[in-house]
């Protein structure tokens, strides 16, 4: 697995943001592997954009 994976896993949560119905691709995954990590990183995505808070200042 390669830096561009964890990304594309990242960026495909970020698109996913807006899905209330968005299933992550990469689950279910076997603990301590790969796809557990690229799982991870989907939900990464998906979460920052429901975090984010606007900059009041």
């Known amino acids: 697995m390669s830096g561009r994976d964890l990304y594309r896993a ?3 949560g970020l698109e996913a943001a807006g899905q209330a119905d968005a299933v992550n691709p990469h689950t279910p995954a076997p603990a301590g ?3 557990e990590l690229l ?5 990464r995505g998906r979460l920052k954009h ?8």
């Open 50 to 57: 429901a975090l984010d808070v606007p900059r009041t200042e």
């Open 33 to 35: 592997s790969s796809r």
């Open 10 to 12: 990242y960026q495909e």
């Open 39 to 43: 799982a991870r990183m989907w939900l």
